[in-house]
């Protein structure tokens, strides 16, 4: 899997949207971008996933950039509840791991 | 539609004895993924498997630890004669016979604290 890097942690306003980055220089043409977020010790949450095209779901929105080094994740309006670490993982789909980095902690604040 | 299932909770063992944590996927998922995370750390794959296989266990540790996935029945992490290190959370993930491997739904965690 391809290393990502993350800021380490980020704050957001409640109602505003929260924008959270991801460097994935070195990822390969069959590797997807997938983002999971951990609330509080919980088992991970899925969010989202691309390959190169931009894509938008209940939760959140993933924009890639268009050399697939970087990717950005953005939830419209956060809400206390966002808060949480939000990994970036990138992966075949065809693999059977995700390799968990140390994410970034987005705190939400009132 | 339940998610990922795990069993028990919470799980307290002393030094030296075994510890099995269940696991039911989500229905129609083949797939089980096992993670555990310690303390103040990320959580780190283990082990994947299909029903009565085991695909990759490349992340389990050498000794004590094993995983089935039988035809019949939910997935079990067994943990033989459990130090203080193993002291941690596992979760169990799991997804579907298509579609992408990456997508994977997570149950609630084991805790498991060892005296």
């Known amino acids: 899997d391809a290393k990502t890097t993350q800021p380490t942690s980020m704050d957001c306003a409640e109602g505003r949207a929260a924008n959270l980055p991801c460097n994935h220089s070195t990822i390969s043409g069959n590797e997807y971008v997938y983002w999971y977020r951990q609330i509080h010790s919980q088992g991970p949450q899925y969010i989202i996933h691309g390959l190169k095209n931009n894509e938008t779901n209940e939760m959140a929105s993933l924009i890639i950039t268009e050399d697939r080094k970087s990717s950005t994740l953005i939830l419209p309006h956060a809400t206390l509840r966002d808060t949480a670490v939000y990994y970036c993982i990138a992966g075949e789909t065809s693999g059977s791991r995700l390799t968990f980095g140390e994410g970034t902690q987005l705190t939400v604040n009132p | 539609n339940a998610g990922v299932m795990q069993n028990p909770r919470h799980l307290v063992r002393r030094r030296g004895q075994e510890a099995r944590l269940r696991c039911s996927p989500m229905k129609g998922h083949s797939h089980v993924y096992w993670y555990r995370q310690l303390p103040e750390e990320g959580l780190k794959f283990m082990v994947y498997l299909q029903k009565e296989n085991i695909i990759d266990e490349s992340g389990m540790p050498k000794e004590r630890f094993s995983a089935e996935f039988p035809k019949e029945g939910p997935s079990i992490l067994r943990i033989q004669q459990v130090v203080r290190g193993d002291s941690a959370a596992y979760f169990c993930?799991?997804?579907?016979?298509?579609?992408?491997?990456?997508?994977?739904?997570f149950g609630p965690g084991t805790r498991l604290t060892v005296l």
């Open positions: 993930a799991s997804s579907p016979p298509v579609l992408s491997r990456g997508t994977q739904y």
